[in-house]
């Protein structure tokens, strides 16, 4: 502590001389209000884009939108038109904004029967005539029929045999909209084509969104590189954006680099992150109507640099100056507001990052500017002049469920909001900021209650400077989650693998990657995407099921001996590789009779594909790519030595391994927008019967083998009883070798690892000792057992870990056997710390609105009514313990918060926790390995010594008094006595007793000085009170249990009546 | 060093003590077995007793029973005998109602033994029960002087319990000069039963009787009054003393200078 010290005071000798000056100039611009001037140090630096020198211009492509402008200038037409803005970055880190013209939507439909291309023109005039009869269109400059020709292609959906090409209609529109419209009328029948019979008419690919389209059109991807043509590029005389530099291009002249070899470098990107705070009022959480935004804290860097670029915070009222942080002070809230919307408008970032900044931050501040009629305040997009609305989304996603969230209009930046991809990539017990930083950053940090923020607001410029702390460092966090998770680069990479815009993966399920690879496949195959009736917003019902994966039923047991592990790579997308699986190839049954039998292969579920030689699918195709483009990315990976292009190529060939893999989903997403589940199931079959085969094989191949488990896409062989793992793992690999050989391509059996040992529990529920080498194991894997699950308390997951760790790898049944009984034996002697016994579970609904009584509601209801201002609000995650109760009392009325159990000392029910958490996890690992002695870990001697604490509230207890005993053996001592400490028996041992007790009061003494300097330490000052009451920190619970324990420890020393210093708190 | 005194007291019991009839023990581990779970029972030259709390913590058992009501009661040194009372509910199973019972315990604490014997002496058994090491607090509530006391027959305060607890979670009890009356207030409607002091004495066990200070009303849970019902057969009164903000006292004697059984309970708030 004291060697820190001194650098750090002459920072902020230094840090307050910089002050002074800067003090004055910031009070200037402040007072004219002047925003934009005091963040100008933080804005782009003016580097010449070098068109002028005939240079091409290459920007990294990071968002897009379109406009609807009624005249183009561009292009001198005065017919309306969409005109795509594409917002990106040069590599020098200058901001550019294109605007790319006259790129038309189109659509297409089945010819009508007897179709003669002499009367394209005149279909060409009904539609056009049907067209503007809608009111919707009026507004249209010029015709809103384009063009009108003759597409020669195929259906992506069912091969036909003979496989002949078919017309179709392909429909060029105007506005981005007309396409829905006018194929609404056309599959209604709605259009008189005058001697052409009245019909309705298939529309293919009149779903795929207009940017989509553009992309596919340009074969542009996602955050990838675009070239303007030097001589091509116009520039406006009038900016309208915030951006460094405008270009005006016609979108033919656009060069679009796929991303592949140099084309995989990123540009500097900005990325602002961002946290404000409110004053809320004593007990209700902040609402915007009215409590007051205090301070606004921003943390904005580049990527490729390692300094951040700006860390300021905003402030309402004084705050005392920040080491490393620019602090700026306003004396109003209005003032605040627009000096944010300035810095943003100044530092221009790309990306706009934080914590929960959807669904918190952007819509308070927004909110609140609308209370405060700032009218100058909602414009935080790129373009001048465009204000930023907020609108209420669902997303619906078989993968994610469902979410309800709010988008904006930003036009230009990105909003990755961490806590969303959070909730989306990582499956965690808590997303609260603290918790997540602890988990993937080690760190805890200090947690100010809402309520306190206000009080700490209202003091002076030290404690404003002690929230202004807070508030940056939840500026910061985000961002360091960002790098550490690599999620911008995961991302990206994301995008340009599968097509499309950055901001759609956070925006959109899993369904539209794959809708992007199969349009621009398609697209280049001459296949049309059929739109599928009712597709994407099926109301409710729920497509036909079919079987799924297999499992061969597990052999429970403890192995010890290596167990070879056998996976089909890829499984899925091999099979439908090997087998031609795929839309295109797909043969509806009626047509099966008319196929020789050597061109189609007809699936275990049935249904009949075509052979590539005839046709191969584009699913196949897809899939070749991706996973040919994987094999690159990781031999690339291998050779590379830079630590940033290693991150971009891990995150590519993860992000292909994903969209591999949605592939299949895709095709049996029964709301998804083709789904054809005779594919799916078709695909499943296959797994299941390879599954099959493989057992059947290693055990007839492979003597006194035995297949114990087997799970969808793998299998567990035990070779035999004695074998070294060595032998085991040639073994292994000789079985892979021979069976892949019995599958075709590019079905692979792999051997890639051994369990030893391996404890199998049941399906789906394994452990065992993960090696891929004979020197040493490369990890314990654990699947489905108690670690990882989130509904238990963090005791379960630490005894199991623990337990596991000694079977596994220390191979010492009775050190775990010994483990399980101390703490058993600690839980009930209530020795165990609080916080690993909470559990923790979402308010989320309003109380009324559950069914069941859940023990988190119940509590719910408990806390409102004990004071409503401090209980939690919907959406909170409210821990819980559960205490004793009634004998007949249910268990949902036993939930009771941690923090006033604590302080209330009210006993926890530890016969629960035993029984209805520990137990049967522990039974389920440790029958199979001491069989029906499993009831002796929870019986015996170690369960005879427990505590019962006496609680400082509670019905009886404000009339009882507590009586004197022995702090011996505890037996009463008369009331003639009192005062004494031991009972006459235990006097003869009064010294060692006193000597025991003094030695615990020491010992907590010591716990709570190192938990208060740990608390210090991560609050990060030491001349303050710790307020931090972080909920989802141990060190917290434990220093209020240490506390407790300290004040009990002394009481019973002061009994011995030798005066002591009173105690330290 | 340790002193021949203390030799010798290792080799014999430190505690032992009979009872004629073993089911007074059976009859109070069946009335509090469903409040406590574990308690000390204190052995000391006075008796043996035990007082716990419930879990919930809103209700208090304290039981005595004096040494002068044993056949024979030694305790060389006060001890405590941490009871899992369903452990000891199964070895009192394996008594006859009307065996003897002796119990010992040694002062290592850890084992305490029960032997039964029949009347007619030809049937001995020996139990030994593992004993729990059960760190808690001794608590008590202070002796007072009520406001007003009502005697009454325990089989009538089981019915009243019984009858009234299936209307509603709470009674109301008010005593006055004249009367001692329960009141419910429930769901489904509301009930009250109400009691005089009796003016003829024919049985004594039948006898209501009030003796007042001042008038009291007072609110508690009814499920806790019938848990405490279940004394009832352990004596033919029971008497319940009340005073305003203090907790109830629910008494049962087992019968002149044997002991008692007490509950306290601690009121609602109106």
């Not at chain 1, 954006?241 to 900005?270: K, N």
């Not at chain 2, 199973?93 to 084992?111: E, F, H, M, P, Q």
């Amino acid at each position: 502590m004291d060697s820190s010290a001194s650098p750090v005071e002459d920072d902020i000798i230094q840090e307050s001389l910089e002050y002074e000056s800067e003090k004055q100039e910031i009070a200037e611009a402040v007072e004219g209000s002047n925003f934009e001037y005091l963040f100008l140090s933080y804005a782009r630096t003016n580097n010449p884009l070098g068109t002028q020198q005939g240079r091409n211009l290459c920007i990294l492509q990071l968002d897009l939108d379109f406009e609807i402008v009624e005249r183009d200038q561009f292009l001198k037409d005065s017919s309306s038109a969409a005109v795509v803005r594409i917002y990106g970055v040069t590599e020098s880190g200058s901001s550019v904004l294109v605007r790319v013209h006259g790129f038309r939507p189109f659509f297409f439909i089945n010819c009508p029967v007897n179709f003669d291309p002499v009367d394209l023109p005149t279909l060409k005039g009904c539609l056009e005539k049907r067209a503007r009869e809608l009111t919707s269109v009026h507004k249209c400059q010029g015709p809103v029929v384009r063009d009108l020709e003759v597409f020669e292609g195929r259906s992506l959906l069912y091969f036909v045999p003979n496989d002949p090409a078919v017309q179709y209609l392909k429909i060029t529109v105007a506005l981005p909209t007309h396409i829905r419209q006018l194929a609404q009328l056309l599959e209604r029948g709605d259009v008189d084509f005058g001697r052409y019979e009245r019909t309705r008419y298939l529309t293919f690919e009149a779903s795929v969104d207009f940017l989509l389209r553009f992309m596919i059109e340009t074969n542009m991807y996602g955050c990838s590189w675009i070239e303007l043509p030097s001589d091509k590029c116009q520039f406006p005389k009038k900016q309208t954006s915030h951006m460094q530099f405008e270009v005006d291009i016609h979108y033919t002249d656009l060069i679009c680099h796929p991303p592949h070899g140099e084309w995989l470098r990123t540009a500097p990107i900005r990325i602002l992150s961002f946290d404000i705070e409110c004053a809320g009022r004593p007990g209700v959480f902040p609402e915007p109507e009215h409590d007051q935004v205090i301070q606004i804290a921003n943390y904005l860097t580049e990527t490729g640099k390692s300094e951040p670029i700006a860390r300021t915070v905003l402030t309402l009222g004084s705050c005392a100056p920040i080491a490393g942080a620019r602090v700026v002070s306003f004396n109003s809230e209005s003032e605040l507001l627009e000096a944010w919307v300035s810095f943003l408008a100044v530092t221009d970032p790309d990306i706009l990052t934080g914590y929960n900044i959807v669904n918190f931050d952007l819509p308070y501040l927004l909110n609140r500017a609308n209370v405060l009629r700032l009218s100058t305040f909602p414009f935080l997009g790129r373009l001048i002049g465009i204000r930023t609305k907020m609108q209420d989304t669902r997303l619906s996603s078989s993968a994610f469920g469902t979410h309800e969230s709010k988008s904006f209009t930003m036009n230009g930046r990105v909003i990755v909001d961490m806590l969303q991809i959070l909730v989306r990539d990582y499956k965690l017990r808590s997303y609260s900021l603290n918790s997540v930083s602890f988990e993937f950053l080690g760190e805890q940090k200090e947690d100010v209650h809402h309520s306190i923020i206000t009080e700490l607001f209202h003091g002076n410029e030290n404690t404003r400077r002690r929230l202004a702390v807070y508030c940056l460092k939840d500026a910061y966090l985000p961002q360091r989650l960002m790098e550490k998770l690599m999620s911008l680069t995961n991302y990206m990479e994301l995008a340009r693998v599968s097509g499309i815009p950055l901001a759609w993966l956070l925006s959109r399920g899993h369904m539209i990657k794959v809708v992007s690879l199969l349009h621009r496949k398609g697209f280049a195959e001459g296949l049309l995407i059929p739109d599928m009736k009712n597709a994407g917003h099926n109301s409710g019902e729920e497509g036909e099921s079919y079987e799924g994966a297999t499992v061969i039923e597990p052999k429970r047991g403890f192995y010890n001996m290596p167990i070879a592990t056998l996976d089909f790579a890829s499984l899925y997308p091999s099979i439908m590789m090997a087998h031609n699986i795929c839309y295109s190839t797909f043969v509806r049954k009626s047509d099966v009779q008319y196929l020789k039998p050597e061109d189609y292969i007809r699936s275990p579920s049935g249904d009949c594909f075509v052979r590539p030689t005839i046709r191969k699918g584009v699913l196949s195709k897809i899939l070749e790519d991706l996973l040919s483009a994987r094999k690159i990315a990781k031999k690339e990976l291998a050779e590379a030595t830079d630590p940033f292009l290693r991150s971009v190529l891990n995150g590519r060939q993860l992000a292909l391994k994903i969209s591999a893999n949605a592939v299949y989903g895709f095709t049996g997403a029964s709301r998804g927008k083709l789904p054809c589940t005779e594919i799916s199931a078709s695909i499943t079959a296959f797994g299941r019967q390879m599954i099959e085969t493989t057992k059947s094989l290693v055990e007839s191949k492979f003597p006194s083998s035995e297949v114990i488990y087997g799970d969808t896409d793998s299998v567990m062989v035990k070779f035999r009883d004695e074998l070294t793992l060595e032998e085991s793992m040639a073994l292994g690999q000789q079985a892979a070798d021979i069976i892949s050989q019995s599958f075709p391509k590019p079905i692979k059996l792999e051997f890639e690892k051994c369990y030893f040992p391996y404890l199998l529990i049941q399906k789906k529920r394994y452990a065992g000792l993960l090696w891929t080498k004979t020197q040493t194991y490369d990890k314990m894997d654990c699947k489905g057992i108690e670690t990882v699950r989130r509904d238990n308390c963090k005791l379960v997951a630490n005894v199991i870990s623990k337990v596991l760790e000694k079977l596994l790898i220390e191979r010492d049944v009775q050190g775990a056997i010994d483990f399980v009984k101390r703490t058993i034996s600690d839980l009930l002697q209530n020795k165990v710390d609080i916080s690993l016994l909470v559990v923790s579970k979402e308010l989320s609904k309003a109380a009324a609105d559950y069914d069941a009584n859940q023990a988190h509601v119940t509590l719910y209801k408990k806390l409102y009514q004990r004071d409503a201002g401090s209980a939690p609000s919907l959406g909170d995650r409210i821990p819980y313990v559960t205490i004793k109760g009634r004998k007949d009392q249910p268990a949902h009325e036993r939930a009771e918060d941690p923090i006033y159990v604590l302080e209330h000392n009210l006993p926890l029910d530890t016969e629960y926790y035993l029984k209805n958490m520990l137990r049967k996890p522990l039974e389920r690992i440790f029958r199979p390995i001491i069989g029906d002695k499993v009831s002796s870990l929870f019986e015996g001697e170690h369960t005879r010594s427990i505590t019962v604490t006496t609680p400082s509230t509670g019905g009886i207890m404000r009339f009882t008094k507590v009586s004197v005993s022995c702090l011996g053996c505890r037996t009463p001592i008369p009331q003639s006595e009192n005062e004494q400490p031991l009972c006459k028996y235990c006097k003869a041992n009064e010294a060692s007793i006193y000597e025991k007790i003094l030695g615990n009061v020491r010992e907590y003494e010591r716990q709570y000085a190192m938990l208060w300097t740990q608390c210090q330490r991560c609050m990060g000052s030491i001349c303050q009170d710790v307020l931090c009451s972080n909920s989802d920190c141990p060190i917290f619970y434990r220093r209020r249990k240490v506390q407790k324990d300290l004040q009990d420890a002394s009481k019973q020393f002061q009994r011995f009546a030798i005066h002591s210093s009173p105690p330290a708190w | 060093m340790v002193s021949k005194e203390e030799q010798n007291l290792a080799t014999t019991f430190q505690f032992e003590a009979r009872l004629t009839q073993a089911s007074l023990i059976k009859k109070i581990l069946e009335a509090i077995k469903d409040l406590v779970t574990d308690a000390n029972f204190d052995c000391s030259a006075e008796g043996l007793s035990l007082q716990a709390m419930d879990s919930s913590h809103v209700s208090l058992v304290s039981m005595v029973l004096h040494a002068q009501g044993f056949e024979m009661f030694r305790c060389q040194r006060a001890v405590s005998l941490g009871i899992n009372l369903a452990s000891l509910t199964k070895i009192l199973k394996c008594a006859g109602n009307d065996d003897s019972i002796t119990l010992r315990a040694d002062d290592k604490g850890d084992k305490a033994e029960f032997v039964f014997e029949s009347q007619t002496q030809d049937r001995l058994s020996e139990f030994e029960l593992k004993l729990m090491d059960i760190d808690s607090e001794h608590l008590g509530i202070p002796d007072t002087k009520y406001s007003a006391v009502v005697e009454m027959p325990s089989s009538e305060y089981r019915r009243i319990c019984s009858d009234l607890g299936v209307m509603g979670d709470t009674v109301r009890i008010s005593v006055s000069k004249e009367s001692v009356k329960f009141q419910v207030d429930g769901d489904i409607g509301k009930g009250s039963v109400c009691l005089h002091p009796s003016s003829v004495v024919d049985k004594p066990t039948e006898v209501v009787k009030i003796s007042l200070e001042e008038p009291v009303d007072m609110i508690f849970s009814i499920r806790y009054l019938n848990f405490f019902a279940k004394a009832a057969p352990l004596s033919d009164t029971v008497t319940l003393s009340l005073s305003k903000d203090f907790p109830l006292q629910v008494e049962f004697k087992f019968g002149e200078q044997m002991g008692y059984l007490r509950y306290y309970l601690a009121p609602k708030i109106d």
